[in-house]
T-cell receptor
Framework: KQEVTQIPAALSVPEGENLVLNCSFT??????LQWFRQDPGKGLTSLLL?????REQTSGRLNASLDKSSGRSTLYIAASQPGDSATYLC????????????FGSGTRLQVQP | DTGVSQDPRHKITKRGQNVTFRCDPI?????LYWYRQTLGQGPEFLTY????????KSRLLSDRFSAERPKGSFSTLEIQRTEQGDSAMYLC????????????FGEGSRLTVL
């Protein structure tokens, strides 16, 4: 059974800092990995999708890497801003037909102005 | 906006009542998923449709839960005889077969059972 772990569970940083969020998964037979952002009481917004054959994806100040063999992914946020405060969720889909996602519990990020 | 739409956004009900949530996926997305999320946890998979066929149900989906997707378009999730433990955010997502596999989520329907 696939299990996804995110460390740390919570993180508080001053504005402007670069930061790294970590995600690990137990079964390396994944189809893809997605990073999401969730604001309190809201749905999930997709940030980055990495296919299993890829090593990284970038979007603006965000960079996600994937090391499939070691079961790890990182989300790097450059020059953090207060508007980045949210919960960040990592999810993997296994390489079977349904492609449903298995989620970690998330990292709650607070960026202090 | 042609994103995933969910209704209602918030439902408060008394224990024992039935509730129904609706999800309208992104048009031409043939896959539709329901997830449940409780406070401080990541979403958990409930069930999955490809077109109108319900292909998988999690063991989290007790007999009181039923989901449908008539004609392969919108979907409904009904909870009968609600219990306080059903209080959660119910999230719907959609994707397209043969594409990147990226899932797009709606804003969710928050259920509070008193």
């Amino acid at each position: 059974k696939q299990e996804v772990t995110q460390i740390p569970a919570a993180l508080s940083v001053p504005e402007g800092e670069n930061l790294v969020l970590n995600c690990s998964f137990t079964d390396s037979a994944i189809y893809n990995l997605q990073w999401f952002r969730q604001d309190p009481g809201k749905g999930l917004t997709s940030l980055l999708l990495i296919q299993s054959s890829q090593r990284e994806q970038t979007s603006g100040r965000l960079n996600a890497s994937l090391d499939k063999s070691s079961g790890r992914s990182t989300l790097y946020i450059a020059a953090s801003q207060p508007g980045d405060s949210a919960t960040y969720l990592c999810a993997v889909s296994v390489d079977t037909g349904r492609r449903a996602l298995t989620f970690g519990s998330g990292t709650r990020l607070q960026v202090q102005p | 906006d042609t994103g995933v739409s969910q209704d209602p956004r918030h439902k408060i009900t008394k224990r024992g009542q039935n509730v129904t949530f609706r999800c309208d996926p992104i048009s031409e997305h043939n896959r539709l998923y329901w997830y449940r999320q409780t406070l401080g946890q990541g979403p958990e998979f409930l069930t999955y449709f490809q077109n109108e066929a319900q292909l998988e149900k999690s063991r989290l989906l007790s007999d009181r839960f039923s989901a449908e997707r008539p004609k392969g378009s919108f979907s409904t999730l009904e909870i009968q005889r609600t219990e306080q433990g059903d209080s959660a955010m119910y999230l719907c997502a959609s994707s397209r077969t043969g594409y990147t596999g990226e899932l797009f989520f709606g804003e969710g329907s928050r259920l509070t059972v008193l």
